[in-house]
């Protein structure tokens, strides 16, 4: 298990685990980041991830994104 910060560009991975408060992990589970569920790191861009969830793509900063195990 790893952070979806460190996860390779173009691999489908699945959700292990969401941290944070309660707020933040509504917050990511209200955009389609569910444990089970399937992620993929589009790009990276200064820190920052693109994102695949659900077949939309989402912006994620740093510290949001290190909170999210794949």
């Known amino acids: ?7 390779p560009q173009n691999e489908v991975l699945c959700i292990q685990k969401i941290g944070g408060n309660p707020e933040m992990k509504k917050h990511l589970e209200d955009m389609g980041f ?27 900063d740093r510290s949001m994104a290190s909170r999210i195990m794949v």
């Open 1 to 7: 298990m790893m952070p979806l910060t460190f996860a």
């Open 34 to 60: 569910v444990v089970g569920g399937k992620v993929t790191v589009v790009s990276t861009i200064s820190g920052n991830l693109i994102v695949s969830v659900k077949e939309t793509r989402v912006a994620l």
